[in-house]
């Protein structure tokens, strides 16, 4: 991809030319005009030739592809950005790798305060089974070390970080040897946090961004909460973000709201909604969702955070205030439980009401038709993450061993929930899975249980157009003309039309057809690579060497 050498400008035209432009206005565009930071026009490369002299820099693609940026809308940014400078486990294959992968992080780092690490799972390991606290005491040699299993909805830890928690052994969720999870959880979390320094937690705020852009990523919506991090930390997120060129960032802040003067706070935190990850339960893997029947593997149902009643209230007031709702919630009682609230709150301040806030809900993984139906009927958005089901679906995976082989069959139904017309918002919840876009949308695609797989472009949709739709926002994700100027341009492979049901596909990538191609994600197929990235027409990030 080659470019003129015109000076850079915050207001400057720029015509690209030469390539592939993924835009419905014009299924055949290989040209596009950006002014002002938005889109003035896209187009065949003939008519290209008319804007050529008047425009202040002319970019060749060179046969590259341009679409809309992505957005994720489910990452914890800074937990990100210590995954990506720090202790990283998801790699480990086995406990003793976990363990000395810990002993050489350790070593490697003698002056933390608090080693932070992230991202094992046992149920990958032969052992199956977590380290023990006296191994994560041998492997830290006396230091205080959190360790969040994959899921970020339990924890071991090290006897050095329970001693700087007074009170611990009490809390709800304490484990003498197992993970911690619920209230003890939280509290080491926030100790380990603590540790963390404003400058390293900028700097890793900066590397999560610095990331993302890399990736064709043009926005994250940040969830944020008081059990997940704290107010510093959120704020200062979207002061760096403000103040350096990278992707946008929309916070979310998960704390109850009650009456004008709670969603003032909410609005002065510099959050878009009251939402994210307000836990209505926790997560499959660490056995704190919430199900209607025992897990397969555990003689209980998980775990409870909020009731109808207090979702009702919450989505109540904030629909009053005027201001975006949402939680987390994966098991099937969970969800129940929202549904019921939501739909009590409807009752209360008005449906219309209700569904033109467009109250979003997290993860949504454990759906029942019946769910499925009330979001559709309520304007629930759902903010999935169909890594999930890559990492965790099929008859062999985690979900079949936390519910039985019938029960996992049932997660993520994505394209039940396309089919009742619920709006699809992708994301990664990175650090939980990695920041992937094209991978995300492949997960999607060839979601391991045939029936909940939806096309590319659909899945495409989600996770650009779709995040913009979960803020409320319609003019923006999609390259037309009025629209904002936030795009990637991709080296790849020849671009298709790829749909679950051969039917569909065979009319579909018909030129007559007029549907415009993506990428080949069929698995094993090479994944596009982010030449550049731009948000409202400033370029955030150049691959080194193009």
Same mark, same amino acid.
């Given at each position: 991809?080659?470019?003129?050498?015109?000076?850079?400008?915050? &207001?400057?035209?720029?015509?690209?030319?030469?390539?592939?432009? &993924? *835009?419905?206005?014009?299924?055949?565009?290989?040209?596009?005009?950006?002014?002002?930071?938005?889109?003035?026009?896209?187009?065949?490369?003939?008519?290209?030739?008319?804007?050529? *002299?008047?425009?202040?820099?002319?970019?060749?693609?060179?046969?590259?592809?341009?679409?809309?940026?992505?957005?994720?809308?489910?990452?914890?940014? #800074?937990?990100?950005?210590?995954?990506?400078?720090?202790?990283?486990?998801?790699? @480990?294959?086995?406990?003793?790798?976990?363990?000395?992968?810990?002993?050489?992080?350790?070593?490697?780092?003698?002056?933390?305060?608090?080693?932070?690490?992230?991202?094992?799972?046992?149920?990958?390991?032969?052992?199956?089974?977590?380290?023990?606290?006296?191994?994560?005491?041998?492997?830290?040699?006396?230091?205080?070390?959190?360790?969040?299993?994959?899921?970020?909805?339990?924890?071991?830890?090290?006897?050095?970080?329970?001693?700087?928690?007074?009170?611990?052994?009490?809390?709800?969720?304490?484990?003498?040897?197992?993970?911690?999870?619920? @209230?003890?959880? &939280?509290?080491?979390?926030?100790?380990?946090?603590?540790?963390?320094?404003?400058?390293?937690?900028?700097?890793?705020?900066?590397?999560?961004?610095?990331?993302?852009?890399?990736?064709?990523?043009?926005?994250?919506?940040?969830?944020?909460?008081?059990?997940?991090?704290?107010?510093?930390?959120?704020?200062?997120?979207?002061?760096?973000?403000?103040?350096?060129?990278?992707?946008?960032?929309?916070?979310?802040?998960?704390?109850?709201?009650?009456?004008?003067?709670?969603?003032?706070?909410?609005?002065?935190?510099?959050?878009?909604?009251?939402?994210?990850?307000?836990?209505?339960?926790?997560?499959?893997?660490?056995? #704190?969702?919430?199900?209607?029947?025992?897990?397969?593997?555990?003689?209980?149902?998980?775990?409870?955070?909020?009731?109808?009643?207090?979702?009702?209230?919450?989505?109540?007031?904030?629909?009053?205030?005027?201001?975006?709702?949402?939680?987390?919630?994966?098991?099937?009682?969970?969800?129940?439980?929202?549904?019921?609230?939501?739909? @009590?709150?409807?009752?209360?301040?008005?449906?219309?009401?209700?569904?033109?806030?467009?109250?979003?809900?997290? &993860?949504?993984?454990?759906?029942?038709?019946? #769910?499925?139906?009330?979001?559709?009927?309520?304007?629930?958005?759902?903010?999935?993450?169909?890594?999930?089901?890559?990492?965790?679906?099929?008859?062999?995976?985690?979900?079949?061993?936390?519910?039985?082989?019938?029960?996992?069959?049932?997660?993520?139904?994505?394209?039940?929930?396309?089919?009742?017309?619920?709006?699809?918002?992708?994301?990664?919840?990175?650090?939980?899975?990695?920041?992937?876009?094209?991978?995300?949308?492949?997960?999607?695609?060839?979601?391991?249980?045939?029936?909940?797989?939806? *096309?590319?472009?659909?899945?495409?949709?989600?996770?650009?157009?779709?995040?913009?739709?979960?803020?409320?926002?319609?003019?923006?994700?999609?390259?037309?003309?009025?629209?904002?100027?936030?795009?990637?341009?991709?080296?790849?492979?020849?671009?298709?039309?790829?749909?679950?049901?051969?039917?569909?596909?065979?009319?579909?990538?018909?030129?007559?057809?007029?549907?415009?191609?993506?990428?080949?994600?069929?698995?094993?197929?090479?994944?596009?690579?982010?030449?550049?990235?731009?948000?409202?027409?400033?370029?955030?990030?150049?691959?080194?060497?193009?």
């Amino acid at each position: 991809m080659t470019e003129s050498t015109a000076p850079q400008s915050e &207001h400057r035209t720029v015509l690209l030319r030469g390539g592939d432009v &993924h *835009s419905p206005a014009d299924p055949f565009a290989t040209a596009m005009v950006v002014e002002r930071g938005h889109v003035a026009w896209v187009g065949s490369e003939g008519a290209a030739d008319a804007f050529a *002299s008047g425009v202040d820099e002319v970019i060749d693609l060179e046969g590259a592809l341009v679409t809309p940026a992505f957005t994720d809308a489910h990452v914890h940014t #800074t937990s990100t950005g210590l995954a990506l400078t720090g202790l990283d486990l998801s790699g @480990a294959r086995t406990l003793g790798d976990a363990l000395a992968r810990v002993r050489a992080h350790v070593t490697a780092h003698p002056a933390d305060r608090v080693v932070l690490g992230h991202g094992w799972d046992a149920t990958r390991w032969p052992e199956q089974r977590p380290p023990s606290r006296a191994e994560l005491d041998e492997a830290a040699a006396g230091r205080p070390v959190y360790l969040p299993r994959v899921d970020v909805h339990s924890a071991v830890v090290s006897t050095a970080l329970l001693d700087l928690v007074p009170g611990v052994t009490a809390m709800p969720g304490y484990d003498p040897e197992g993970p911690l999870t619920a @209230a003890a959880h &939280h509290a080491v979390r926030a100790a380990a946090h603590d540790a963390v320094t404003p400058a390293q937690r900028a700097e890793a705020q900066r590397a999560a961004l610095r990331h993302a852009a890399s990736l064709g990523i043009g926005s994250l919506h940040e969830c944020g909460g008081p059990d997940i991090s704290d107010e510093d930390d959120f704020t200062g997120l979207l002061k760096v973000a403000a103040e350096q060129p990278g992707p946008r960032v929309f916070g979310y802040w998960a704390q109850e709201v009650a009456d004008e003067k709670d969603a003032r706070r909410i609005r002065e935190l510099g959050a878009v909604g009251a939402a994210g990850d307000l836990f209505v339960d926790g997560s499959l893997g660490s056995h #704190t969702a919430c199900l209607h029947e025992p897990y397969a593997d555990a003689p209980h149902t998980g775990t409870a955070h909020l009731d109808a009643a207090r979702i009702a209230a919450h989505v109540a007031a904030c629909t009053e205030a005027g201001l975006q709702a949402g939680f987390h919630a994966i098991g099937d009682a969970a969800l129940s439980s929202v549904v019921e609230g939501v739909g @009590a709150a409807a009752e209360k301040v008005g449906p219309a009401r209700v569904r033109a806030a467009r109250h979003r809900v997290e &993860h949504a993984e454990m759906l029942t038709p019946e #769910t499925v139906a009330a979001f559709a009927e309520l304007g629930l958005t759902a903010s999935v993450q169909p890594a999930f089901d890559a990492a965790w679906g099929g008859e062999e995976g985690m979900y079949a061993q936390r519910l039985g082989a019938a029960r996992a069959a049932t997660l993520n139904p994505y394209a039940a929930l396309l089919r009742a017309g619920v709006p699809l918002a992708f994301g990664s919840d990175s650090p939980v899975t990695p920041l992937d876009p094209w991978g995300t949308v492949r997960a999607a695609a060839f979601h391991r249980t045939l029936e909940h797989r939806v *096309s590319v472009r659909a899945a495409f949709t989600a996770h650009t157009r779709g995040g913009w739709r979960a803020l409320g926002r319609d003019d923006a994700g999609t390259l037309v003309p009025g629209a904002p100027a936030d795009y990637a341009v991709w080296r790849t492979d020849q671009l298709v039309v790829q749909a679950p049901d051969d039917r569909v596909a065979r009319w579909s990538t018909d030129p007559r057809s007029g549907t415009p191609g993506l990428p080949d994600l069929s698995p094993g197929a090479d994944l596009p690579v982010c030449l550049r990235t731009v948000v409202l027409g400033q370029t955030v990030y150049v691959r080194p060497n193009e």
